[in-house]
């Protein structure tokens, strides 16, 4: 097609100047079959040149898929220990054990941007008894945690499987992390129901020091609206840091109550403001 392009144009060319002396003419033939060796060479290099293999192993995940600004982070812990026990009754007892400090667990979180101003968040996590292979949390695949929700600067609002706000409140003044030592778990302090299926949990911003967190757990049956509802109302300023929680049953057939306040230097606690705390 170039060729006859080409051809074409010359022809055009030598009409238009007639007129025009041979020396002229001949210098344009001698141009014109310059370029086409041209053209051949450049046509004879496209045929040599090996095609662009398809990538078949494109990213299933990416950036522009997940979202603008998205980010995706799998984490995990392991924890697995030998125990000892002589005196018994039985005898002697050796055994591998899983969760000695904290428990075992594999998860995956992150978020991307949706509009403007306000970004999708989620958070899965299981926990796993590394020394059987088997999952802990009564079997659950995401006994952990399970959640996705919105957050920006009116707050933040998750619907899953989530902690208690009274658990959060508490835990945040431990400074074992409910680990070996913890006095949430030798008995002397209760934390309560940890987590809550069906739960909507609505944390808001800082304002001037104070901040909440309220809690909704449904019900999820015929008859029953609500299995709990719980509030956590924290107030930090500099080294000072307090917290008062409380939590109920949203049900009259049952008797749910717990109540918490705590106070601490929070430049020498571990600090958690959401429900991503991960206990044992």
């Not at 344009?28 to 095609?51: F, V, Y």
């Not at 990538?55 to 522009?64: E, H, Q």
């Not at 008859?223 to 949203?250: H, Q, T």
């Not at 918490?260 to 705390?277: C, F, I, Q, T, Y």
Request: aromatic fraction near 6%; include cysteine; charge should be positive.
């Amino acid at each position: 097609m170039k060729k006859l392009v080409l051809a074409m144009t010359a022809a055009g060319l030598c009409s238009a100047f007639a007129p025009a002396q041979a020396g002229e003419l001949d210098d344009m033939k001698a141009a014109m079959q310059k370029m086409q060796e041209r053209i051949a060479q450049l046509e004879a290099q496209a045929k040599e040149a090996p095609r662009a293999a398809p990538d078949s192993k494109a990213p299933i995940l990416s950036n522009s898929s997940l979202g603008a600004n998205a980010n995706v982070t799998v984490y995990g812990k392991l924890d697995l220990f030998t125990e000892y026990n002589s005196g018994g009754s039985k005898g002697d007892r050796l055994s591998l054990e899983s969760g000695g400090l904290n428990g075992t667990r594999l998860g995956v979180k992150g978020g991307a941007d949706i509009t403007e101003g306000v970004r999708g968040v989620f958070q899965l996590e299981s926990g796993i008894f590394l020394n059987k292979g088997t999952l802990a949390q009564g079997g659950r695949l995401l006994g952990r945690q399970a959640y996705a929700g919105i957050e920006g600067k009116y707050g933040r609002l998750t619907a899953g499987r989530q902690y208690s706000p009274v658990y959060n409140a508490i835990i945040n003044y431990d400074a074992y992390e409910q680990g070996y030592g913890s006095p949430t778990t030798d008995g002397n302090v209760s934390t309560g129901a940890t987590r809550f299926d069906n739960s909507l949990v609505y944390a808001s911003p800082k304002f001037k020091g104070l901040s909440a967190n309220v809690m909704l757990a449904l019900g999820g049956e015929t008859g029953k609206s609500s299995d709990a509802i719980a509030l956590a109302v924290n107030y930090e300023n500099g080294p000072f840091d307090m917290s008062v929680a409380r939590s109920g049953s949203a049900n009259p057939d049952i008797r749910l109550s717990e109540f918490s306040a705590s106070m601490g230097d929070v430049n020498r606690l571990p600090r958690s403001r959401s429900n991503e705390k991960t206990p044992p």
